[in-house]
């Protein structure tokens, strides 16, 4: 039988946490205090939902004018790869490695060798480049 593209995604996902290298950056919300560790994920979400029906932000609204920021911290390849199911339905809040803040502007960068820990940003499934990058709401730009 056919595969989902659910299913195929979340097992997409699998492989690239077996492979990816953990970055070291600092994540600075409205200019406050940086937030500096070995991180596996940071999102910068204005819905809920991202890649293949993960729930990234379970608690995110798309009208109140702030990012949810979810950070997964690293941990132990193993433990990530077992708990990813638990994006799909927003059951990670309380997981140890998850950090979840609000913003309307955002700066990711990274931390020491920038060639070792300049992480890719994805929006969308598309590939603009490498961090540092900042992500800033802009309130009332679009009409809906």
Do not use: C
Not at 35 to 47: F, K, P, Q, S, T
């Amino acid at each position: 039988g056919r595969v989902s593209a659910k299913a195929l995604f979340f097992w997409r996902t699998v492989l690239e946490f077996v492979r990816y290298r953990f970055q070291d950056v600092r994540i600075t919300i409205d200019d406050g205090e940086p937030v500096e560790a070995r991180m596996a994920l940071v999102a910068v979400a204005n819905g809920k939902f991202f890649g293949g029906g993960m729930m990234i932000a379970p608690d995110a609204e798309l009208a109140d004018g702030l990012f949810d920021i979810v950070i997964l911290r690293a941990a132990g390849k193993l433990g990530l790869i077992r708990d990813i199911r638990l994006l799909y339905d927003g059951r990670h809040r309380n997981h140890p490695a998850i950090t979840i803040l609000r913003g309307r502007k955002v700066l990711v960068e990274p931390l020491g060798d920038v060639e070792k820990n300049g992480a890719l940003v994805d929006i969308d499934g598309e590939s603009p480049g490498r961090i540092p990058a900042t992500f800033e709401i802009l309130p009332g730009a679009l009409t809906l």
